[in-house]
């Protein structure tokens, strides 16, 4: 069964970056897609990204366009997300979850294996 585990967050100052890991296990990651949600206090959970088993990259959410980018590195079974210019609204605990695609159109409940989450707080 694939078990994905994040990693990477925490406090950064407006305008700093991070690097999210979702390092892979019990399965190898090249057949899967893999998506990075997040979700604030009080609010529901959004999609951020997805990457496709073939490295094609999908973005769901505007407001991190241009700032925050998906990758992955089958031989080390984990998927990035950098993340760059960090603002406030960022402020999240950030999952990733896995699918058999990336879809145009997201929808959350096509995503299993979820991971238990890290926290990104952006904050000065």
């Known amino acids: 069964q694939l078990q994905l585990v994040e990693s990477g967050g925490g406090l950064v100052q407006p305008g700093g970056s991070l690097r999210l890991s979702c390092a892979a296990s019990?399965?190898?990651?090249?057949?899967?897609?893999i998506g990075w949600f997040r979700q604030a206090p009080g609010k529901e959970r959004e999609g951020v990204q997805c990457?496709?088993?073939?490295?094609?990259?999908?973005n769901y959410l505007d407001s991190v366009k241009g700032r925050f980018t998906i990758s992955r590195d089958n031989a080390k079974n984990t998927v990035y997300l950098q993340m760059n210019s960090l603002k406030p609204e960022d402020t999240a605990v950030y999952y990733c979850?896995?699918?058999?695609?990336?879809?145009?159109?997201?929808?959350?409940?096509?995503?299993?294996?979820w991971g238990q989450g890290t926290q990104v707080t952006v904050s000065s």
């Open positions: 019990g399965f190898t990651l090249d057949y899967f897609a």
């Open positions: 979850a896995g699918a058999p695609r990336c879809a145009v159109v997201l929808t959350i409940l096509d995503f299993g294996s």
């Open positions: 990457i496709s088993s073939s490295g094609g990259s999908t």
